[in-house]
């Protein structure tokens, strides 16, 4: 059975860091192009980062220089480094999987399946 699983998230202070995993089972993730979502209340689903099956990485302008995707291939499992959080960062995380094995954009149409998400809550 298909399946990918968040975890990581929690509740951090201003300024802290979490580190989100995304762990995959039925299916060989290293020919995937993997991507992190995330929804707050209230607002629509966005993009945050994308990690093809080359290892070329896409992020928001919102998260750059503070978010870091990577893939341990042996493990099957996709992580988000998560440092200098910000309230506005606070959301449920989601990682999907994506149709083709590169990144373009993050139309939801693209992707295959996704996790149940994990919380993050930035706040102090």
């Known amino acids: 059975q298909l399946q990918l699983v968040e975890s990581g998230g929690g509740l951090v202070q201003p300024g802290g860091s979490l580190r989100l995993s995304c762990a995959a089972s039925?299916?060989?993730?290293?020919?995937?192009?993997i991507a992190w979502f995330r929804q707050a209340p209230g607002k629509e689903r966005e993009g945050v980062s994308c990690?093809?099956?080359?290892?070329?990485?896409n992020y928001v302008d919102s998260v750059k220089g503070r978010f870091t995707i990577s893939r341990d291939n042996a493990k099957n499992t996709v992580y988000l480094q998560m440092n200098s959080l910000k309230p506005e960062d606070t959301a449920v995380y989601y990682c999907a999987n994506a149709r083709l094995p590169y990144c373009t954009d993050y139309d939801e149409k693209r992707f295959r399946f996704w996790g149940q998400g994990t919380q993050v809550t930035v706040s102090s």
């Open positions: 039925g299916f060989t993730l290293a020919y995937s192009a």
């Open positions: 990690i093809s099956s080359s290892g070329t990485i």
